[in-house]
């Protein structure tokens, strides 16, 4: 699946089925399910995981929690808007 197909995904009811824990996150969050996301990454311990389970806690305002999953996932948080982040990220493990 590549990024456009991903986008387009996020007018169906549910998630392509096959995907990482970290973009079924990305599209739960997209689709104003933030709990459910975060329940996909929280107990993953995997890098992508760790990156979206930062920028969930980054779109919630809670920094302190996001730079802490941004420094297990070894990443700093961004300087971009939380939307471009999001598209950052899908691209990133979509590419």
Same mark, same amino acid.
């Given at each position: 699946m590549n990024f456009k197909e991903f986008h387009a995904s996020l007018s169906q009811p549910t998630p392509? $089925? !096959?995907l990482s824990a970290a973009l079924t996150a990305?599209?739960?969050e997209a689709n104003d399910q933030w709990e459910a *996301?975060?329940?996909q990454? @929280?107990?993953n311990s995997d890098q992508p995981s760790a990156w979206v389970h930062a920028y969930l806690h980054h779109v919630e305002g809670v920094l302190w929690n996001a730079d802490y999953w941004y !420094? @297990? *996932?070894r990443k700093q948080r961004p300087g971009c808007t939380? @939307?471009?982040e999001w598209q950052q990220? *899908? $691209?990133s493990l979509l590419d």
């Amino acid at each position: 699946m590549n990024f456009k197909e991903f986008h387009a995904s996020l007018s169906q009811p549910t998630p392509p $089925q !096959g995907l990482s824990a970290a973009l079924t996150a990305l599209w739960l969050e997209a689709n104003d399910q933030w709990e459910a *996301a975060h329940d996909q990454v @929280r107990d993953n311990s995997d890098q992508p995981s760790a990156w979206v389970h930062a920028y969930l806690h980054h779109v919630e305002g809670v920094l302190w929690n996001a730079d802490y999953w941004y !420094g @297990r *996932a070894r990443k700093q948080r961004p300087g971009c808007t939380t @939307r471009e982040e999001w598209q950052q990220i *899908a $691209q990133s493990l979509l590419d």
